[in-house]
């Protein structure tokens, strides 16, 4: 099963996680030391590409759109991180980390439905 969870609540406490955790943003997540979240994997390259998540600034008015071309990117995606991910999430339970503020329109909640 893929699980998603808001790195910044993991660090307080506030939000649990299962089987393999692996951050899915391209920048580490501000204001959390690396030893505080420390998950197991950090995979840049499945993250939307700078040119995308520039185009879609989380505007939730876009984010249909997003979805589509993030999707696309996702499946021509043939990067050692998404090869990785993929592997990790047909093994067993996987948490995907992201940093959004928004827990519903953000790039892991289509990553983890990508992944099912």
């Not at 520039?54 to 043939?78: I, P, Q, S």
């Not at 827990?103 to 289509?110: F, I, K, L, W």
Request: some cysteine; proline content about 3%.
């Amino acid at each position: 099963m893929i699980y998603t969870a808001k790195a910044h609540d993991v660090v307080k406490g506030e939000e649990k996680t299962h089987g393999v955790t692996v951050l899915v943003d391209r920048l580490w997540p501000r204001g959390i030391s690396k030893d505080k979240l420390a998950p197991d994997h950090w995979f840049k390259e499945v993250a939307p590409s700078p040119g995308l998540r520039t185009w879609w600034n989380h505007d939730e008015d876009c984010f249909d759109e997003f979805k589509k071309r993030y999707r696309a990117e996702l499946e021509e995606n043939d990067s050692e991180d998404m090869n990785e991910l993929r592997k990790l999430a047909k093994d067993g339970d996987v948490t995907l980390l992201f940093a959004a503020k928004d827990r519903e329109v953000n790039h892991a909640v289509v990553l983890a439905d990508y992944l099912q």
